[in-house]
């Protein structure tokens, strides 16, 4: 099993990101896709999560902001970042889980200046 994430990078305070997680290795769609972030010296914190229905949860400082989104067929999940701001600044993580299972990915770098 795999998660691979993309989309992260260097962007200036405003600007918009478009994170990507490639799932394989099994069937995903009835796992809850996460995307957390880490910054440093600071614990992993979900962002925003997406069950296998739709349902979307996001946390109160990113909401209005972030948008997740996932493709069953592709065992795809996304995260859309508009008007980041140096607080953004984290390596962002993939999750999946569900009653059995839980897998992460690698993290990217997302880093926003101001």
């Known amino acids: 099993v795999r998660l691979v994430e993309s989309g992260g990078g260097l962007v200036q305070s405003g600007g918009s990101l478009k994170l990507s997680c490639a799932a394989s290795?099994?069937?995903?769609?009835?796992?809850?896709f996460g995307w957390y972030r880490q910054a440093p010296g600071t614990k992993r914190d979900l962002v925003a999560s997406?069950?296998?229905?739709?349902?979307?949860t996001y946390v109160d400082s990113v909401q209005g902001r972030f948008t997740i989104s996932r493709d069953n067929d592709r065992s795809s999940v996304y995260l859309s970042m508009n008007s980041l701001t140096p607080e953004d600044t984290a390596v962002y993580y993939c999750?999946?889980?569900?009653?059995?299972?839980?897998?992460w990915g690698q993290g990217t770098q997302v880093t926003v200046s101001a």
């Open positions: 999750n999946v889980e569900s009653q059995w299972y839980a897998y």
């Open positions: 290795g099994r069937t995903f769609s009835d796992g809850v």
């Open positions: 997406i069950t296998s229905g739709g349902g979307t």
